[in-house]
């Protein structure tokens, strides 16, 4: 899906020039297409895969 936005959109290609956001796992398959993956007040499921593929864990208030 992401894949074929960014082909139908000249403003997604740089997709991989970004960071990327996001507190669940469910949105795991974006955090591939960002250059940076930033895990914020992640879930369980988040938090595993975040400290099993180096990514940094935001805790905000």
Known sequence: MVEK??????????????TFYSDSASDAPMFCWATQAMAVNPDRQ??????????PILEAA
């Not at 936005?5 to 970004?18: E, K, M, N, P, T």
């Not at 988040?46 to 990514?55: D, P, T, V």
């Open 5 to 18: 936005a960014c082909a139908q959109d000249d403003r997604l290609r740089d997709v991989r020039h970004s």
């Open 46 to 55: 988040l938090r595993k895969l975040a400290a099993e593929r180096g990514w």
